[in-house]
Nanobody
Framework: QVSLVESGGGLVQAGGSLRLSCAAS????????MGWFRQAPGKERDFVAA????????YFTDSVKGRFTIVRDNIKNTLYLQMSSLKPEDTAVYYC????????????????????WGQGTQVTVSS
């Protein structure tokens, strides 16, 4: 089992940048495929990005490609989401998630594929 704690959210102007962190504790971090999801008010939780266990493969939803980067540090047991060129439509609560499945990350785009979740961190982008 793994526990996840997100941080780094906040209020930023459109065009700005933020880096979210997700600190993991418990079972070996490198044994999990990791993902970021987001949920805007009144909407479903949507996939943002995923990264393989080694960090060698990443996958993004189309709306953030070229603007967001997902990386992991398996020594520090931390997952990151670097967000740039932020838009008001990026406003949401951002969640990190861990999966035991080991499936290809291109298939890891549904919340049902993940086993563990953090509590979320709010990102607000003002226009």
């Amino acid at each position: 089992q793994v526990s996840l704690v997100e941080s780094g959210g906040g209020l930023v102007q459109a065009g700005g940048s933020l880096r979210l962190s997700c600190a993991a504790s418990g079972r070996t971090f490198s044994s999990y495929t990791m993902g970021w999801f987001r949920q805007a008010p009144g909407k479903e939780r949507d996939f943002v990005a995923a990264i393989s266990r080694s960090g060698g493969s990443t996958y993004f939803t189309d709306s953030v490609k070229g603007r967001f980067t997902i990386v992991r540090d398996n020594i520090k047991n931390t997952l990151y989401l670097q967000m740039s060129s932020l838009k008001p439509e990026d406003t949401a609560v951002y969640y990190c998630a861990a999966s035991d499945s080991g499936l290809l990350i291109t298939t890891m785009t549904h919340s049902e594929e993940y086993d563990y979740w953090g509590q979320g961190t709010q990102v607000t982008v003002s226009s």
